[in-house]
């Protein structure tokens, strides 16, 4: 496929540019400093600023599917997705939190006591894009939300996928950059999560 990767250097942008070369897909990496992308196959860079719907939409423009990998809190979800909707790309994939997971029925984790502080902001904003996506009627979108705790780590391809809960193991709810590439890519593939989120987890 022809893919537009919005913030193709970050944590879990790099580990989702370099599972789409892998794959074969061509790759129009759009960041603030293109010399920063590395080199790979059926990768071209191209500078692009979040904030520019117009100039954003014309960098889309004719490519499969859109994957935004950016930090909610550096982004507005209204010029996001109105940038992928005037390109006419058809499905729009994000790298979601884990804060609007469930824990219990009705509970988010953004919402449970030991929640921390510093991720309170991002996690909000987060919820704030998902729900935003929900109202959606014109876009393809896809959601993918990691678990609790999101660090780099290896690339194993054993993981669980789930819903709108957290997901939880013995050693607690994990999930790294590298395996949550790869969900993220075969949702792209396999297209089973339409208009809905999805999250991932050891």
């Known amino acids: 496929m022809k893919v537009a990767l919005i913030g193709a250097t970050g944590n879990a942008g790099s580990r989702i540019l370099s599972e789409l070369a892998q794959r074969g897909h061509a790759v129009t990496a759009i960041v603030r400093h293109p010399g920063a992308v590395p080199a790979l196959p059926g990768v071209v860079a ?69 929640f921390p502080n510093e991720y309170r902001a991002e996690a909000t904003a987060g919820c704030v894009f ?13 959601f993918l939300s990691p678990s609790a705790v999101f660090v780099p780590g290896e690339r194993t391809g054993r993981f669980r996928l789930g819903q709108d809960q957290l997901l939880f193991n013995d050693a607690g709810s994990s999930i790294s950059f590298e395996d949550f590439a790869i969900a993220l890519v075969d949702e792209l593939e396999r297209h089973s999560h339409g208009r809905q989120r999805f999250t991932v987890g050891y």
């Open 46 to 114: 191209k500078a692009g600023d979040v904030f520019d719907g117009k100039g954003l939409a014309a960098l889309l423009k004719g490519h499969d599917a859109v994957i935004s990998s950016v930090h909610f809190t550096a982004s507005d979800p209204g010029i996001l997705i109105e940038a992928v909707r005037a390109s006419g790309v058809p499905r729009y994939l994000v790298v979601g939190g884990a804060g609007s997971l469930e824990v219990a029925p009705g509970l988010k984790v953004i919402d449970t006591p030991d």
């Open 130 to 142: 998902l729900d935003a996506l929900r109202t959606q009627t014109q876009i393809d979108w896809t």
